[in-house]
């Protein structure tokens, strides 16, 4: 029959024959069972022996469990620590499309919208006639309601005049949509400026950054899309994220490629025990 010692040691202390100590505890159940707060004044080191007092670890290292039976290390982290009120990337979303907007092109006229607000619909005509990209649909959650939505798109776009020598423009725009809903756009303008050397072909390289916060918590789906607003001449080709022919020799589809990235941001807090 296991026979126990008791004695008082700040609260409770028993000490068990097999050499098994519980403090706050008559049951210990290993060889040290604390059942309380611990206040701990100096070092903590792991890996003693009879004859070594064990490794303190270094400043700045923690302490990680190798598992059931083995002896915690002290390991050195890469990753900064995040205090309370700060913002942390939780995740990035990186896409790209080689298809781009080609139905955008000749004879196609523009829908003479001037002007967008954030929260017009994808579907509404009447707030613009949106092509989509694609490939740049991403989706995704969100976990915590005070965050950071970062979008970064870029993408190659290029017209080509009926006649080299005239000057054509065409004026489009580009948005962002999360779950149908415009929050982010850029309307911008590309000219042929009488290039002959190419043909009529002019390239450009548009941009579109924007960072919007405290996006409801829930699924999201962000697509982009744009549209032509105006042309010069109708008869001018127009393409978003390729090139207007493969058998030019200005670009390509790879060059004019369009890319997006997603950067999720959530505020940092810690749930007291």
Not at 22 to 48: A, F, H, M, Q
Not at 107 to 128: E, H, L, R
Not at 198 to 216: A, M, R
Request: aromatic share 8%; with cysteine; charged share 20%.
């Amino acid at each position: 029959m296991k026979k126990s010692m008791y004695c008082c040691l700040a609260g409770l202390l028993s000490l068990y024959a097999n050499a098994q100590v519980g403090i706050g505890t008559s049951s210990p159940n290993s060889t040290l069972d604390v059942n309380g707060k611990t206040t701990l004044r100096k070092e903590l080191r792991v890996g003693g022996t009879s004859t070594s007092a064990g490794n303190a670890g270094l400043n700045g290292q923690v302490l990680v469990s190798q598992g059931e039976g083995l002896p915690p290390v002290w390991k050195s982290l890469n990753l900064s620590f995040m205090e309370e009120g700060q913002y942390k990337l939780i995740n990035s979303y990186l896409s790209s499309d080689q298809v781009g907007i080609t139905t955008l092109s000749s004879n196609v006229a523009g829908d003479t919208i001037y002007k967008n607000n954030v929260g017009d619909d994808i579907t509404d005509t009447s707030k613009g006639k949106w092509v989509e990209i694609p490939g740049l649909e991403n989706n995704f959650t969100i976990k915590n309601g005070k965050n950071r939505l970062t979008y970064q798109f870029q993408t190659g776009v290029e017209m080509k005049a009926p006649v080299a020598t005239t000057s054509q423009n065409i004026g489009f725009a580009c948005g962002v949509f999360r779950n149908g809903k415009l929050v982010a756009v850029r309307p911008d303008k590309i000219a042929s400026n009488n290039n002959t050397d190419k043909e009529g072909i002019q390239d450009y390289i548009f941009t579109l950054s924007y960072t919007e916060q405290n996006v409801p918590v829930g699924a999201q789906k962000v697509k982009l899309a744009c549209r032509k607003i105006d042309t010069s001449n109708v008869l001018s080709q127009f393409v978003i994220g390729r090139n207007v022919s493969n058998t030019n020799t200005v670009s390509n589809a790879f060059t004019l490629e369009s890319v997006m990235k997603i950067d999720v941001i959530e505020y940092v807090t810690y749930q007291a025990n």
